[in-house]
């Protein structure tokens, strides 16, 4: 074994993604519980503070994360990883060698705020994936829907990754992807799933899981 590579890097990982026929932004207590990924960043002993889910249907690809938070999120827009976010990487041509991220590639960053008038809504950007040739950042908060769910223990965000935010890819059973996420909360830190820091994890698409959808 090589010194200092992650446990969940020792082996391939595929995880099953079934279909959601409901409502995409039904509460998160209503979303059947296959639908959860299991926490991989426990095999190297990282906090599992956060419940991520994941679907999908012929529309898009839908991610939900609940996060415990007593007090009001706090927003970083330049710079995520800074603040409350779900940052999330997508390959849909997986089996493409090498790497670097590729134009199949993706890269997501959903706040629980900053959108809006008063920038109480939550809000989703298409973000550029370092060193790749990823199309650049934009904001999708007028075209990408996106909810959040306030409770006095935690907050959920709901968010649909429409297919035409996905370039050419159409979610269809039987297809298989690259994926990846980093929770970030203040003040618990960073949960993430199939790799994360000191690795590259935001650019080496080597490092990414795979989902496949069923």
């Avoid at 330049?78 to 199949?104: C, F, H, K, M, N």
């Avoid at 706040?111 to 920038?119: C, K, S």
């Avoid at 709901?158 to 035409?164: D, E, K, P, T, V």
Wanted: charged share 20%; with cysteine; glycine share 8%.
């Amino acid at each position: 074994m090589k010194a200092g590579l992650p446990r969940r890097l020792l082996f391939e990982v595929t995880v099953t993604c079934p279909r959601l026929d409901g409502a995409w932004d039904l509460p998160l207590e209503q979303w059947p519980s296959a639908n959860r990924l299991p926490p991989l960043g426990l095999l190297d002993g990282e906090q599992a503070f956060a419940d991520v889910y994941l679907s999908w249907n012929a529309a898009g690809l839908f991610i939900a994360v609940r996060v415990p938070k007593a007090g009001p999120p706090v927003i970083n827009r330049q710079r995520p990883e800074g603040g409350d976010s779900l940052q999330v990487w997508l390959d849909t041509r997986p089996d493409i060698a090498g790497s670097r991220a590729t134009e199949y590639c993706h890269r997501f960053v959903v706040l629980p705020g900053g959108a809006g008038p008063r920038r109480d809504r939550p809000s989703l950007l298409a973000a550029r994936i370092p060193r790749s040739r990823s199309r650049p950042a934009r904001h999708l908060d007028g075209h990408a829907p996106v909810r959040i769910q306030v409770s006095e223990q935690h907050y959920c965000l709901i968010a649909c990754l429409g297919s035409q935010m996905l370039g050419d890819f159409r979610p269809h059973a039987g297809a298989v992807l690259g994926f990846n996420y980093m929770v970030t909360d203040v003040p618990r830190g960073r949960q993430t799933w199939s790799s994360g820091p000191p690795l590259p994890f935001d650019r080496d698409r080597r490092l990414w899981a795979r989902i496949a959808l069923v």
